[in-house]
């Protein structure tokens, strides 16, 4: 999946009503990979973890803790495109759901548990280059 699919596919299952806990988008997210093969899921994984990667910088999670700091990356993530490339504040709702999305459609595909490994981390303070002192 290229970053193009993955925008798209956030926007396709994105809900039409506010989602501050960003389950209704992790739903629809994991109904449509398990819909497609392993390698969506995957694919998404990976897109996913280098969002939430490029995100990782001090100037958006300074004084957050590592949690608060990555659901706020992943509501930045879940709000779509647009709001990640313009990233200017940091929004006060919730997305830990889409961080299980990948977990939660390999499960239902192939009956495991994924241990996740992608190339890029997504936790917090991972990003070493963005927490450098500018």
Known sequence: MNENAFWQLIEACSPSLPDPEGDELAAALTARLTSGPISDVVGFAEQLSWALYRLDRKEYGDGLSSDQF?????AVVSAGREE???VLRAPERWAEAL???PDNAYKHLTGDEW???TR??????SN???WTAA
């Open 99 to 101: 961080l299980y999305v």
């Open 84 to 86: 990640f490339e313009s």
């Open 120 to 125: 890029y981390s997504y936790e917090s303070c």
């Open 70 to 74: 990555l659901y706020t990356r992943a």
């Open 115 to 117: 241990d996740r490994s």
């Open 128 to 130: 070493t280059d963005g």
